[in-house]
């Protein structure tokens, strides 16, 4: 029979790599428990309206990478290929407009996105996001953005940069987009042929063409943040006067795009020089008017969302932490014997072992020193010969003062 093997671009989590990733999880939500935030989780599989809705339908996720499937009732469902609109929709269904403002909400969840797999790039992948709802003032902004660089350089991301932007309001935003496809189509014949087919559903991913002749039009392209309304403009003056108060460095990127259509007014992105073609370790935005198009009321909102597997990638290889073993039980003979004295050992909250594999004495001894465990119990009947491996030193205990005595120890 042919051997079985994971999807591409899917991967396995083994125990080495899940004790690294326990280890991100574990600072990363402590970092923002402390900032008020609270976890939510939200299924796998939404009602695939939520994403053609909220995500836009011109999107390439929506239009290319969704894993959609019929229910068998003659339902769409989708896996989710992000986490934003899945929040905001639970946001709604709960009725948490009635909460004090901002509530604020992280996940650590696995999404899906039919991509052309490559390094950093996966079908399946995991992120770390979070959601800030009901608040437009720009210091919940910058509160984000200090929170997602305060994590990454806890986590030993490096070579970070940040580059932010504005988007203004969804009605700047249309007037800019019709302008922006007039120009394209007036330069049409210099454009990469994927590009020009983009201009009427999104002529704002032009700026994300790395072909020469695009790019060259591109440079002349009359730019949205030039064209900010008064507000939007203040209110994008105060989020950087934030970040600068911070400490948090970052540059303005008029040309900045992300590939989802809710985002108005602020939008940035997180990368790393650490990683190769697939830079992006993080990135985010404003969201004013999701929750209202998801049926709920007018009600601003901002977040982000890091990739789990870049933030491994860009901060190097971490040490793997393998639990200690307090004691390794071992026997020959009576098999009870030693199954009661780790049933004891572990009831006392010490990190026991028992033989499992059949070896013989010696090769016990060698496993125990393998683990690096400090004592090798040696369980005989009713007596331990108690060998501390660390001081090279051994006695004879009796069974019922054995977990004493290691205790002690
Ligand atoms: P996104 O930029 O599509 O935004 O994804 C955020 C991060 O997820 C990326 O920066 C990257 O680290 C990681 N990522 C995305 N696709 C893949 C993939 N195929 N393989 C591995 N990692 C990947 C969002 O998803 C928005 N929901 C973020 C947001 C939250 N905006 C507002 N709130």
Redesign the pocket.
Known sequence: MSKLTAPR?TFDILPEQASVRAGVERTASELLERAGYGRIETPSFEATELFTRGVGEATD?VRKEMYSFDDGSGRSLTLR?????P?CRAYVQHGMHKLPAPVRLYYLSS?F?A?R?QA????Q???L???ALGSEDPAVDAETIVLLATILATLGVTGVRLRISSLGSPATRAAYSEDLGTYLRANAPRLAPAVRERIDQNPLRAFDSDDPGTREVMAGAPRLLDRLEREDAEHFAAVRELLTRAGVAHEIDPTLV???D??TRTLF??TSDALGA?S????????DGLVEQLGGPPTP???????????MLASGEHPVTVAAVDVYVAFEAGRADAFAALTALREAGLAVQMELGGRSLKGQLKQADRLGARFFAHVEGGSVRLRDLLAGTEETVDGRDLVDHVVRS
Do not use: D, M, N, S
């Open positions: 671009g996720i290929p992000e986490g934003t609109a929040v999404f996105r991509e797999p950093g790039r996966y079908r992948f995991w992120q996001g979070i959601e992300r590939g989802l809710y985002y992105e997180f697939q992006g370790v993080a990135g985010g935005g404003r969201y909102g901002i977040g982000w969302a890091a990739g789990i597997e870049r933030i």
